[in-house]
């Protein structure tokens, strides 16, 4: 559940960045444009000077809010005192003309790097970044080739004594598919993938619940998910249940 909340904050904030890095350039051209475009209007009609009240000018002189020669104290706290030189150089960067040149384009090419990190962080463009999978030397590596060869309650029970959870829960997952193979709801094949296996539930009641197991058992194999013995009891529990209901299809 928090995996899909950090990527649907990941996509608000991407969408967001996107439309700043889309929009922004457009913007600037357009506040160029117009004002080229605006012009002087033709007013020749009689000027006429009005001078404030004199005792009401010297109240507004004598009044502290309206004094703007003089700068706040710097804060106390470092943090805060770095936040500030922070928004003032960035303030003062903006404002420059090398801002107007070049600036604008280091700023949005930050953007842009940024919006490919929060991507690749939900994992939205492993088909351009692709990560190294690491190749651990397990036993049953190849138990995919003939998951009917495969005593796979006493399998499992000795990767558990190993505390070799990660397998066990492997194994786990090629029982059930072993079971769903016998009871006809998908036809196992060796190079089919688990999204497959998912797909061919599709007219199943039990599909969601695959889906999720699927779902853990990557997490745990393909992405390295750590396993204590708490979680395995939960996974385990969820494997067992599912397999009671299809043995009983």
């Known amino acids: 559940m928090s995996t899909n909340k950090h990527r649907y904050a990941s996509w608000l904030i991407v969408a967001f960045l996107i439309s700043c890095l889309l929009s922004a350039p457009e913007n600037y051209s357009y506040a160029q444009q117009q004002e080229k475009s605006v012009a002087a209007l033709d007013d020749r009609s009689a000027v006429v000077v009005r001078h404030p009240d004199a005792e009401r000018l010297a109240s507004f002189r004598s009044d502290s809010r309206y004094r703007y020669d003089r700068d706040a104290p710097p804060p106390e706290n470092p ?96 029982q059930t598919l072993k079971y769903l193979d016998q009871a006809g709801q998908i036809n196992y094949q060796p190079d089919k993938t688990n999204r497959q296996y998912v797909y061919e539930l599709a007219n199943s009641p039990q599909q969601d619940e695959f889906e999720t197991l699927t779902r853990q058992f990557e997490f745990v194999w393909y992405g390295d998910f750590p396993v204590d013995d708490a979680l395995f009891s939960v996974v385990k529990a969820k494997f067992t249940t599912f397999n009671q209901v299809v043995r009983h299809l």
């Open 79 to 174: 943090l805060a005192r770095f936040w500030a030189w922070f928004w003032q150089k960035l303030a003062q960067i903006l404002n420059s003309e090398a801002y107007q040149n070049i600036g604008q384009y280091v700023v949005l090419a930050g953007i842009a790097a940024f919006v490919i990190y929060l991507l690749r962080k939900a994992e939205m463009l492993n088909f351009l970044f692709p990560k190294k999978t690491q190749v651990a030397e397990l036993p049953y590596e190849g138990v995919t080739e003939n998951i009917y060869e495969i005593d796979f309650d006493t399998a499992i029970n000795d990767a558990v004594t190993r505390q070799d959870l990660r397998l066990a829960v492997r194994l786990m997952y090629l």
